[in-house]
Nanobody, 121 residues
Framework: QVQLEESGGGLVQTGDSLRLSCVPS????????MGWFRQAPGNEREFVAA?????DYAASAKGRFTISRESAKNIVYLQMNSLKPEDTAVYYC?????????????????WGQGTQVTVSS
C-alpha cells in the first residue's frame, strides 16, 4: 500500500512563494508518474503539474510553478512562486503507475490527504 504525505502549505500573501513536498511510503515510486492537483471550495479537482520522464503544467501554473523529484528519496516538490489569491486551494499529491493522460485525476492510483494553501490579497 502506498501512502503519500503532503506538507508545506500555509497562509501567504500575494507574490510570496511556497514549496510543497510529497513524501511517499510503502513502495518505491520511481516508475510512477507523480502529479499535483488542487481543489478550491466549490470547484472540481484540477491538474497543476506532473513529472515523469518529462514535466507538464497547467496553463495557470506554467512559468510560476516548478515540479521536481528527488530521485534518491522519491520526494516530489512543487515550488510555487508569484502566488495569487486564485491559487488558494487544497493541494494534493498523486501517483499513477500507468498515467497516460497526466492531466486526468482518474489516471492516478494513490492520493495524499492534501495540504491547504491560502493566498491573501
Amino acid at each position: 500500500q502506498v501512502q503519500l504525505e503532503e506538507s508545506g502549505g500555509g497562509l501567504v500573501q500575494t507574490g510570496d512563494s511556497l514549496r510543497l513536498s510529497c513524501v511517499p511510503s510503502g513502495r518505491a515510486l520511481s516508475r510512477y508518474v507523480m502529479g499535483w492537483f488542487r481543489q478550491a471550495p466549490g470547484n472540481e479537482r484540477e491538474f497543476v503539474a506532473a513529472i515523469s520522464w518529462k514535466t507538464d503544467y497547467a496553463a495557470s501554473a506554467k512559468g510560476r510553478f516548478t515540479i521536481s523529484r528527488e530521485s534518491a528519496k522519491n520526494i516530489v516538490y512543487l515550488q510555487m512562486n508569484s502566488l495569487k489569491p486564485e491559487d488558494t486551494a487544497v493541494y494534493y499529491c498523486a501517483a499513477g503507475l500507468s498515467a497516460r493522460d497526466v492531466y486526468s485525476a482518474s489516471e492516478y492510483n494513490y492520493w495524499g490527504q492534501g495540504t491547504q494553501v491560502t493566498v491573501s490579497s
